[in-house]
């Protein structure tokens, strides 16, 4: 008897816990969000940097002569197009935005999104900044011939890409800055180098470098995941301002589309600026 009564209440606690209120309004948005305008201000400009470039210390250089050099030394900003890249970043956030339910708008259709129901969002894409550097890792390695331990050290490339979007209700002037950075890198695995001729084996390093290729796709990736965390966004706003009087929400929810499930405490999202 007492077992049932233990079990009993665990399962009336954790039903409570699935029932919160905030869960239900974020039932309540993920079921009735479709529809709903987001207006997307496009930017015309990329930023990239390239962080790590190497020069004479004795001479004193010119910001212009700064930027030649690190221009020069770069791998792959300089080869990439700033109307294609942001080109690739916006259609992929209005493409996801749209399979997430909403109906998207962009700059030169506003008077139209204007006409719409509340709740609508204007989403301006303030920056988007490319920042190029390395880093030098160090692997211990086995010579192949002695056994002998040694160190290796292997420059690893690195491109990142940070954004600012500009985040308000339509109709409002209060924005948020909303910040997110992620990055692509070299891939380095450890295989085994097998000698037959010497009957030993050592370990090397298998470099999998990055293309400038693969720096484009983050532009579409990234605007894909620009999108459903600027869904995150909106229903965590629907929930903070419908729940009842007195409650605070510490939860902030993701809505896992893999699974169709609501899920918190996950530390993934946009950085608030301000």
């Known amino acids: 008897m007492f077992r049932y009564l233990v079990l009993s209440s665990v399962l009336l606690i954790l039903l409570l816990v699935g029932c919160s209120p905030e869960r239900k309004l974020a039932r309540n948005y993920v079921k009735n969000h479709k529809g709903n305008g987001v207006l997307i201000v496009p930017l015309y400009e990329l930023y990239k940097d390239n962080l790590s470039i190497s020069f004479d210390t004795a001479v004193k250089y010119s910001p212009e002569q700064f930027d030649s050099i690190a221009w020069a030394q770069s791998c792959y900003i300089q080869h990439i197009s700033d109307s294609l890249y942001l080109t690739s970043f916006t259609n992929s956030m209005i493409n996801q935005l749209t399979v997430n339910g909403y109906d998207v708008y962009v700059d030169g259709s506003s008077d139209v999104f204007l006409s719409l129901p509340d709740p609508k969002w204007v989403v301006q894409i303030a920056q988007l900044q490319l ?4 880093s030098q ?3 211990e390695m086995y010579s192949v011939e002695t056994g002998e331990p040694f160190t290796e050290g292997l420059r690893i490339n690195q491109v990142s890409l ?31 180098n097998i000698s037959l001729m010497e009957g030993s084996v050592g370990l090397e390093q298998i470099r999998d470098s990055m293309k400038v290729n693969d720096v484009y796709r983050m532009a579409s990736d990234m605007g894909q995941k620009h999108a459903d965390m600027l869904f995150d966004y909106f229903m965590n706003d629907y929930i903070r301002d419908n729940l009842p009087a007195g409650i605070v929400n510490r939860q902030y929810f993701h809505f896992d589309r893999k699974s169709n499930s609501l899920k918190s405490g996950l530390k993934e999202r946009f950085e608030v600026v301000k």
């Not at 920042?131 to 390395?134: A, D, G, K, M």
């Not at 308000?168 to 295989?191: C, F, P």
Request: charged fraction near 25%; proline fraction near 0%; avoid cysteine.
């Open 131 to 134: 920042n190029e550097e390395h």
């Open 137 to 139: 890792n160090y692997y």
């Open 162 to 192: 940070n954004s600012w979007l500009e985040v308000s209700r339509a109709n409002t002037t209060n924005k948020q800055v909303l910040y997110l950075s992620g990055y692509i890198q070299d891939d380095i695995k450890r295989g085994i």
